[in-house]
Structure formats: C-alpha cells, structure tokens
C-alpha cells in the first residue's frame, strides 16, 4: 500500500512539472472596455473602505519604439537598374517541414501586439455609442487592446489610470479549468508604487517563439551575407519626450472602487457595478 502511495506521488508531481511548462501556452485575446459614472446618484451608502494596491508587480499599456532609417528618411532612393531589379524581392527563407502545434501557434501569436491601447472598439461599439448619448451616464473612457492569459499562478495584474478623467483599474485575466477576471477599479487618482514588468513579460513570450522556430527561421544575415558600408542611424518617429507632464495631486483617500472577482466566459459581455460607476467587459479569443 505504501508503495502504491509513493507511486501515486510521483505520477502527480510530475503531472505539475509537466502543467508547469504549459503555463507558456500563447492563448491571445482581445478585450474590450468601457467605464462610466453615473449621473444621477441616489444612495445613502457609506464609502468607508479604503481601496489598497494589489500586487507588487504590474503591466501596463505601451507604445512600442518606431523606428526609421534616418538616410532613407532624409533622401529618396535613386532610379536605377539595380533598385528596380530588387523592387519587390523579399529574402523570406521557405521550409518545406511541416509544423508542430507549437510552432503553428507561434506563427499566429505576436507579443509585441500585446497591451497597446486603442479605441476603436467592435464588440462594445453600440453600447458605448449609447452612454455617449444618455444623459444619466458620464462616460469616462472606453478601449480595447490584446494580450495573453496565463494560467492563475503566472498572470499579473494589468494597471491603467487616467490622472485626467481621475479614475484607474487593476485587471488580471488568469486560467485555470474556467476563465476568471479580478478587477479592482476605483475614481480618484492613486498613482502607481509598484513595478512594471511588461517588458520582461514580452520578452518571455517573444523567446519562446523563437525557440519553437528555430529550426525554421535562421537567421537570414548568414545565408545572404549582406554587409552594409555604414551603420544605420535611427530617429524615434513616436518619441514622448517632449509630452507635457502632468501635476495633478492624488486623492487623500480612494474609498470608491470596484473589487470583484468572477468567473467569465469567452464572447460574453461582463458588468461591474457600484453604486456611482460601473464598467463594462468583453472578451473574446483570437
């Protein structure tokens, strides 16, 4: 019997081990969401509570660097023999091996894709036409942006606030047998203490897919051997360094906020509620 518990034992550690490397699994989706105030409030509600920070460690929303080659920004290149030669010639290796799951998985998912803020909504579109146009609602903000989910032990929470409209929200998508959602989201203005990892996150994803593609991606510098006469020189076409910063003071207290965590369901429209702002969510897998 002992030995059968010690048998038992090792099959289920194992079992973690092997679930452990499955927490790389690229699973992308793209979420919708949109955050109001309501306009006519009436409760008699006491806010006593004070909101805390989550976690130590957060992503965030970003804008990756844009680069351009400041030679090719400057001049035109010249009409030529060998320029109209190599007009539409692009050096893309071709492999006729046939892909694992894996690496036809990688070939769809691109981190760089994740965590980047945008407003041109689809699925939450009409909704948020709606509260544009209802008075009993201030719509504050509404976006939508992709990015992974990680089983529970691995994901982070997402930070976003806008010191402007005076609101924020930490939001963690995580798997285990279901999808759940942990959303703490507040009016005032905090500010941030914890730490940004978006960019090791990025980078984690980013070589595992070349792992699961190196055999069928070299690097093309070795098979074409192209050596250029000077090093290229780049300029920032999206550089923030100019932006104007804002001095707005944090709230002495956050006592208004949202904190829930519920298991969600894929394609489905998801609300938040409290009793002077709520928030809508759509999630959808690519």
Do not use: C
């Not at 306009?39 to 006593?48: G, Q, S, Y």
């Not at 023999?81 to 036809?104: A, E």
């Amino acid at each position: 019997m002992k030995l059968f518990k010690l048998l038992f034992a090792s099959l289920f550690l194992s079992s973690l081990s092997a679930n452990s490397e499955l927490n790389l699994d690229l699973k992308e989706y793209e979420i919708e969401l949109i955050i109001f105030k309501h306009a006519n409030v009436l409760t008699d509600e006491n806010f006593d509570e004070e909101f805390s920070t989550p976690s130590i460690e957060t992503v965030s929303f970003y804008k990756p660097t844009l680069q351009i080659n400041e030679n090719a920004y400057q001049s035109k290149p010249k009409d030529n023999f060998f320029n109209r030669l190599f007009k539409d010639f692009n050096p893309i290796k071709k492999s006729n091996n046939v892909l694992t799951k894996d690496q036809d998985i990688s070939k769809v998912s691109n981190p760089k894709t994740w965590y980047r803020k945008t407003d041109n909504l689809v699925v939450l579109k009409k909704i948020n036409n709606k509260l544009e146009t209802n008075s009993n609602y201030e719509l504050l903000d509404s976006f939508k942006w992709i990015q992974n989910i990680d089983y529970k032990d691995d994901a982070q929470f997402l930070f976003y606030e806008d010191k402007q409209k005076e609101y924020g929200l930490y939001l963690k998508f995580y798997r285990s047998r279901f999808l759940h959602a942990d959303l703490k989201s507040y009016i005032g203005v905090k500010g941030n203490d914890s730490i940004d990892i978006t960019t090791d996150k990025i980078a984690k994803f980013e070589k595992k897919i070349l792992e699961a593609n190196k055999e069928n991606n070299k690097d093309l510098k070795n098979d074409l051997k192209i050596e250029l006469n000077k090093p290229n020189k780049y300029v920032d076409i999206n550089s923030s360094k100019n932006a104007p910063s804002l001095n707005i003071p944090k709230s002495n207290k956050i006592n208004i906020f949202i904190d829930e965590q519920r298991r969600i369901f894929n394609e489905e429209i998801h609300y938040f509620d409290h009793p002077l702002f709520g928030l809508i969510l759509s999630i959808k897998e690519i």
